[in-house]
Structure formats: C-alpha cells, structure tokens
C-alpha cells in the first residue's frame, strides 16, 4: 500500500480501503509476536549459552592439567589456574605474551618454527606422545612437562590450545625404576643360582647365565625352547614341566630336588617355581630359580656343626636384638641362669640385671650399635631364684650380609668360684702376710724384752734394796718423831709420809713385777707357733695371760670388767698360744663394742654338766650387732668397723681357731643392749674329771 489518495472517489473504495488497512493490521500484529517470541528465543540461547561458558570456564580451571591457549601470532590470549601455578605466573603477566616465554631459551627459536609449521598444518596431539619436553617456570628453574596440542577456528581466527602436565614425579619415578631394573638385571646375571622365565607354553623367554656356567647350554640356545627342545633329560623335564603347569594352574610356589649330570658331575638341585601375575590377575609367566643343594647342605652342615658346639658350650651363648629382646639361649645359659629356653626367648635380657646395675645392660648395647666389642668385662647378673653370680662377659656385634649391625652375640662365663678362689688366695695372702708380721713382732718383742728386762730387773732389785732400807729406817724416825715431834719428809710432814713412803716403795716393787709378767706373756704370745693341737692347755691361765696382754685397753674402755673363772677346770688338748690368740680378739672386739666407760665386760669359764665342753664366754655391753650383720661375722673381710681400719679377719681367724680345736663359736646379740660370744671347746675323754 503506498498511502490513501487524498480524494475518496466513492464510497465502494473507502469500504475496501478499511478492509484492507484491517488486513494489514492483523498482518502487522502476527509480525510483532514472531519477532517477540524470536526475541525471547534468542535471548533464552544466550543465557543457555552464558552458563555453557561458565561451566566451561570452571572445567577449564578445575583440570589437573595446565591448559594455555594461543592465537595464531603465538600469543597467549587464555590460561587456567593449573597452569599459573604449575610456571608460577599471574594470569595477567601472561595474557598477550609469546607462549616461548613458557619454554627454556636454548628452545624458544625452535619451537617458534614448529608453531609456524602447527598453525599451517593443525592437528590433534594427544598426551603421553612419549616427545622429552620442558617447561620453564617464572623462577627460570626448569621441569620436564608432557604436552597435548588441539586447535579451533573461529569467527575471530585460530586457537591452538596447549594442554600440559608436569611430569617431574614421573620421570623420577621412571629413573628409580630403570636404576632397580638395573640393579636387579646385574644381580641376576651374575647370581650362581639359574634364573629362568617361563611362558604359558613352558618356553624360555629369560634364562641368565649362570645355566651356562652349570649344565653347559648357553642362554641363546635355551631362548624360545621347551626344556626338552633345550635338551634337557627326560627325567628332569617331565616332573619340572608339571609343576611349572600346576603354578599357572593354582598360582601357588612349588619346588622340587632332582639331580642333574652337569658340567661338574652329577649334582642335586633345588627348584623353586615363582609364579609372575599380569595386570588381570592371572599367571602370565614362571620365575624358576635353581640352586645347587651342595652348598646349602654343606652350609646346613656348617650350620648344625656350629648349633652342636654352642649347645655343648660350658659358657652361656645368648644372641640378643639391638632393643635387648632374646632371640637365643643355649643349655649353658639354663644351667647359669636358671631360665629355661622357653621362658626367656622373647623376653628383655635385662631379666638377669641387678638393681644395682639398672643401666649397664643399655650401655652395653649401646656400644654394640657403634660396633664396638666388650671383652672379658667382669659384673653380677641375677639368676632365676634371685642369688647373684659373678660373670665375665665377651659380647659382639651380630651382622647380617650386608654388614649391616642387627643384634648381638654375648658369651658369658660364671666365675663365682674363681672369684671366691681368688678371694681365698687373697685371704690366705693376707694371713701369711699377718704371720709375717707377727713373726716379725715375736723377733721385735724377744729383742724389746731382753732391753726391758735389764732395767726391770735392775728396778726390781734396787726396789728389794729400798724395801728393806725403810724398814729399818722406819723405827729410828719413828722415834725422832716422838721426841722432836713432826718433820718434813720428802716435802710433807713425816706423820703422813711414812705411811704412804711405804706404799711407794712396795709399788716400785709390784711394778716391776707386773713388766716382768706382761713381757713374758709378750714373749709367749709372740713365739713361733708349732701348730701343735695336742699341748695340754689350762684354759683359766690361758685367759689370765690373755688379760695381762689386753690390760691397757681394758682400763681405758671400761671402769666394769670382772672375770669369772671356774675352779678345777680340766685340761684340755690345744694350742695355747691359738687359744690365746682368740681370748685377746674377743676382749678386744668387746672393748671396741663399748659406747662409754659405764659399760661392762664380763668374762668367764664354765664346765658343761656332762662335763663334756669347757666354755669361755665374753659378754659386753655394747652397741650389740644387727640380724643383717650377724650372719655375716665370720667371712673373711667382713667389719662393721671400717672406719677404725678393722680388717675383718679377726673373727675369721678365730673361727679357724676353734673349729680347728673341734669346738665352736656362737654369738647371741641384741642390738643396744650388747653381745655374748661363748667359746666351745671339747675335752678329751681320757681327760674328763
């Protein structure tokens, strides 16, 4: 329609007019919906096509691989979060530059042509194309990468996307598994054993070259043969084929001996069928090792030989992990210990420590881990019933093939009777020792006493002299006192000095004769003993010249000392110079005994009523001895008084003593309260009253 003339001929035309604007209308308003539903349409798609890219754009960010993408000039115009890490750039640092920027130097110019070449010939590249690529970081540290390649068209021009893996734990993986592959390749071609694989139609696909170097053929001959079509026996290949088909068959081991003519002679061989597994599960090859049972029965020999003599062993053998866990216990070691094998294997070795010695053990197998060796190391360990034994110990450390320290080997001897022997011999050292010097004393006393007694004597006679010179001086000045009255004498008046001038002189007198006793009791106790058993010996005068001997200490220890002697003691066979020996000792542990001067000794004889013992007992005041101490009085060595320089060979000594006598020595004490030492001694039948 071009528009309405601007006359209206008729009324005809206007009707058709209206018509026809009617029409065109209608026609107008279905124009309208379709371009509103198209509009609708579209802008449906582009939402629909909004959310495809952004989906697209979160796959693009959330893959494992890098992804970059580049235009045709090279540059990149997309990368994903992957890739941004994996080279260490901003995405912002790398929109617009060329992707070389990605690649080490020494590679930019090169690949630059291969991009040419890609953008003129597009094509699909998948990963995993096997090509050695590397990337390089913004650090410029560079790292081996795969690359897959894909490209598209479009209206603004061409894309090629890179997609990209870092590879770095691949390819370390790969060189540790070629170094293994390698490490094992050279064990296996230099191993004495034969090592052979086989295929499910029993064919060798592997055998090293040890089956040379035993039965003569060489791998190359044996490859892609049956054992019989290798040439081996009938008898050897026939039961070896079927267990190989019962490996394929169960996929369990099996082994098997048969004895072979090889290059050596006829030998014995152990088989062992290994079976190999493929990714589905099932056997797809056998590993036959096979080993000459020669050296594993002359090991097995070896083996027992060596078992035999650590079980016969007189000493304990224990080996023992680095942690001390006991792995192994021979006979010796239950017969030293107590333990049997069965109760210590598994256990701590530190069961047989002392509580004094809580740390040694630790200390021990810490050296061990060092590699260093103990030898004859001597300590106490602890048996099963709690006694504690005197061992030397040899301990070494146990290594395994490599060389490689895993446990430890001790060796321990029981000593406790030597260690006693050798107390002993201590002992006796020390008694000769104290024979000498008693010896030695009795040679000093005969000469002191031969110096003592002149003057003593020439005191004692003169002391006689004076004697009677006051007696008869004594009338004269008595009577010049009666008539003169008092006079000094001696610087005091004569009417006290005559009484005590007289004392004075038989002092001097009785003096004189006590040095004489105590020098010939000194020269008694002093002589040479004979060892004679069979003198007759009066106890009571054995006491008494004992007493004499000890007077000194006695006076300066006690203001209570008494003796009680028994009248018409028998006599009784003996040594008296012995006897005395242990009168003296025991007086003078009772001195010793005494905390103060108002404490007493008592010393007394006594006749049993069977009048078959005489008794000497020593009973004091004293300190007393504690139960723990008591039953220890008569070891050599023993002293409660170290710190007085006590020996403890006293008491020894005088247990010797009397049981040498057929008597015996018992001690009753209390401590605080004092001690009771009572000698018995036995009288012989032929001397009984």
Known sequence: MNGLPKQ?????????????????????????????????ERIRAQEQL?????????????????????????????VNARAEAMFGYDLMELIGQPVEILLPESLREIHARHRLEYVAEPHTRPLGTGLDLLGRRKDGTEFPVDVGLAFVKTDQGFVATSFIMDITKRKQAEAELFHREQEFKAMVENSPDIVARLDRDLRYVYVNPAIERTIGLSPQHCLGKTRAEAGLPENVWKPWDAHCREVFETGRETSLEF?????????????????????????????????????LKRAQETQFTLASIVESSNDAIISETLEGVIVSWNKAAERIYGYSAEEVVGQSISILKTSDRA?????????????????????????????????????????????????????????????KAGEMARLQEL????????????????????????????????????SKVWNDAKPILQQYYEQTGDFPLAGMPYSQAHEKIGQLVSGISEGALRIER???????????????????????????????????????????????????????????????????????????????????????????????????????????ITPENLKFIFDPFFTTKRD??????????????????????????????????????????????
């Open 259 to 295: 004895t072979f003519p090889a290059v050596n002679g006829i030998r014995s061989y152990r088989s062992r069928n290994v079976p190999e597994f493929g990714k589905d599960g099932s056997v797809e090859s056998v590993l036959s090792i096979t080993y000459d049972m020669a050296d």
């Open 644 to 689: 007085t320089s006590g020996t403890g060979l006293g008491l020894s000594t005088s247990h010797s003593i009397v049981k040498n006598h057929g008597g015996e020595l018992r001690f009753t004490s209390e401590p605080g309260k004092g001690t009771s030492v009572a000698v018995i001694l036995p009288i012989a039948q032929n001397d009984k009253t």
């Open 50 to 78: 909004s959310k495809s890219e952004e989906k697209f754009g979160t796959f693009l960010q959330s893959v494992s691989e890098g992804i970059v993408g580049t235009d045709e000039s090279g540059r990149v115009v997309f």
């Open 431 to 466: 008694r000769l020792l104290q024979a000498d010097k008693m010896a030695s004393l009795g040679v000093l006393v005969s000469g002191t006493a031969h110096e003592i007694n002149n003057p003593n004597n020439y005191i004692l006679l003169n002391s006689r002299i004076i």
């Open 359 to 419: 740390d040694e053990i630790l200390q021990i197998l810490e050296g061990v881990q060092r590699g260093e060796t103990v030898e004859h190391y001597e300590t106490v360990r602890q048996r099963k019933d709690g006694t504690q034994i005197d061992v030397s110990l040899t301990i070494s450390p146990i290594l395994d093939a490599t060389g490689k320290i895993t446990g430890a080997s001790a060796i321990s001897r029981d000593i406790t009777e030597q260690k």
């Open 518 to 624: 105590i020098v010939r009791n000194l020269k008694d106790f002093a002589r040479k003993d004979s060892g004679d058993l069979n003198q007759t010996v009066n106890v009571n005068a054995v006491i008494e010249s004992g007493l004499v001997i000890v007077s000194s200490l006695i006076k300066k220890s006690t203001d209570f000392f008494s003796v009680e002697y028994s009248p018409d003691l028998p006599r009784i066979k003996g040594n008296a110079q012995q006897l005395g020996q242990v009168v003296i000792n025991l007086v003078t542990n009772a001195c010793q005994a005494l905390p103060s001067k108002e404490k007493g000794i008592v010393v007394s004889t006594g006749l049993s009523k069977d009048a078959g013992n005489i008794s000497i007992e020593v009973r004091d005041e004293g300190i007393g």
């Open 8 to 40: 209206i001929r008729s009324q005809g035309e206007v009707t058709e007019l209206l018509l026809r604007i009617q029409q065109l209308d209608l026609e107008l308003t279905k124009t309208k919906e379709a371009l509103q539903s198209e509009t609708v």
